[in-house]
């Protein structure tokens, strides 16, 4: 069975980081590419960061350049979104997805991805 649970969110201040987790379970994270998107009421879901299952390379949104980092930990079966220098803009409802296909380079395009969790929020708010 496909699960996948994010996890991480919370309320900062601007300026700080937060560390978002995406465990998922039914997948071998390392053979998949793996996605970090977020959401806000009322507009398009945006692709912020990914990963490539089979050369780990990574691909972040020009608004999150610089400021955060995928990365993936094949023994725990996990995907984390590290969060530097967060800004007001930032805020969402984060959402990890897996493209079920193997070894597909990954992208932003949600389209592009077959499952999702169901999200985390994050707020940045002084």
């Known amino acids: 069975q496909v699960q996948i649970v994010e996890s991480g969110g919370g309320l900062v201040q601007p300026g700080e980081s937060l560390r978002l987790s995406c465990l998922a379970s039914?997948?071998?994270?390392?053979?998949?590419?793996i996605g970090w998107f977020r959401q806000v009421p009322g507009k398009q879901r945006e692709g912020v960061s990914c990963?490539?299952?089979?050369?780990?390379?990574?691909y972040n949104s020009d608004s999150v350049k610089g400021r955060f980092s995928i990365s993936r930990d094949n023994a725990k079966n996990t995907v984390y979104l590290q969060m530097n220098s967060l800004k007001p803009e930032d805020t969402a409802v984060y959402y990890c997805?897996?493209?079920?296909?193997?070894?597909?380079?990954?992208?932003?395009?949600?389209?592009?991805?077959?499952?999702y969790g169901q999200g985390t929020q994050v707020t940045v708010s002084s």
């Open positions: 997805a897996v493209d079920r296909g193997y070894g597909s380079s990954c992208s932003l395009d949600f389209w592009g991805y077959d499952y």
């Open positions: 039914g997948f071998t994270l390392d053979v998949h590419a």
């Open positions: 990963i490539s299952p089979s050369d780990g390379n990574t």
